[in-house]
């Protein structure tokens, strides 16, 4: 009987981060502003974050009513953070310009890979797993993979432009389940939002696990970690096929 032999990841917040998170970098900016947070606030905040990244009808809305990237398109965008983050419409109202300027002016963040991401990667292939990434990214990246060098442990990297779907569509899981010929049940998916890499990989019918490593989910119905490091042992428990 053929085991997991094949490892998928998404990859910002999964693999790769970015110092500071933009999350954390506009919570910050809207305190500093005299508009108090609580760390749930900031929490259910990013929540809605993974919400409405995840193909969501308010982002199906917003890419019809502007252009996609476009000022209007952020502007937009920062109301609707700060009213997910609890801040009153009005307020919202009146702050979302200038927290948007300073988002656009001041957030330069640069990619950050944790040690223990490599080293996970290092041990999943030393293992025999076959290594890839999921991401709805809209252009290739191939050039940031090398420069990142995860291009040297991973076997491929597939975005949602060059896939044609975007997550949680199952349809973009199950592209890649045909592109590497592997069954579903020989593949897991490991990822940081519930609503787009669980619930799609869920339904493309593989096998799904939350990193939750900024502790953002109390209560799931999946496999959860906190840490890459966790995944080498927990696939160990099941023999690779061949």
């Known amino acids: 009987m053929n085991r997991v032999n094949t490892v998928l990841f998404d990859l910002d917040d999964t693999l790769r981060y970015n110092d500071p998170h933009a999350h954390a970098f506009f919570c910050d900016y809207v305190q500093s502003l005299g508009i108090p947070l609580t760390a749930e606030q900031r929490r259910r905040g990013q929540r809605w974050e993974h919400t409405y990244w995840a193909s969501s009808k308010e982002l199906t ?5 502007f252009v996609e990237g476009s000022e209007g398109f ?3 965008y920062s109301k609707r953070h700060l009213r997910a983050l609890g801040v009153p419409k009005h307020q919202a109202e009146q702050s979302a310009a200038d927290v948007q ?5 001041n957030y330069a963040p640069r990619s950050h890979i944790p040690a223990e991401n490599i080293e996970a990667l290092a041990d999943l292939r030393a293992a025999g797993f076959k290594l890839g990434v999921i991401t709805n990214r ?3 990246i191939h050039d940031e993979m090398n420069k990142l060098n995860l291009d040297t442990y991973l076997d491929f990297f597939l975005t949602a432009a060059q896939l044609g779907a975007y997550k949680p569509d199952p349809m973009i899981f199950r592209k890649v389940l045909a592109f590497i010929d592997k069954p579903a049940h020989e593949v897991v998916y490991v990822g940081d939002n519930f609503y787009a890499d669980i619930v799609g990989a869920r339904n493309a019918g593989i096998r ?7 502790a953002l989910y109390d209560q799931t119905d999946c496999e959860v970690i906190t840490s890459l490091r966790q995944l080498p042992e927990i696939l160990q428990t ?5």
């Open 101 to 105: 300027g300073h988002m656009r002016d």
């Open 61 to 65: 809305s917003d890419i019809e009513d």
């Open 208 to 214: 799904p696990i939350l990193l939750n490593w900024n």
């Open 238 to 242: 099941a023999p690779i096929g061949n």
């Open 138 to 140: 809209p252009k290739p």
């Open 74 to 76: 952020w502007l937009n």
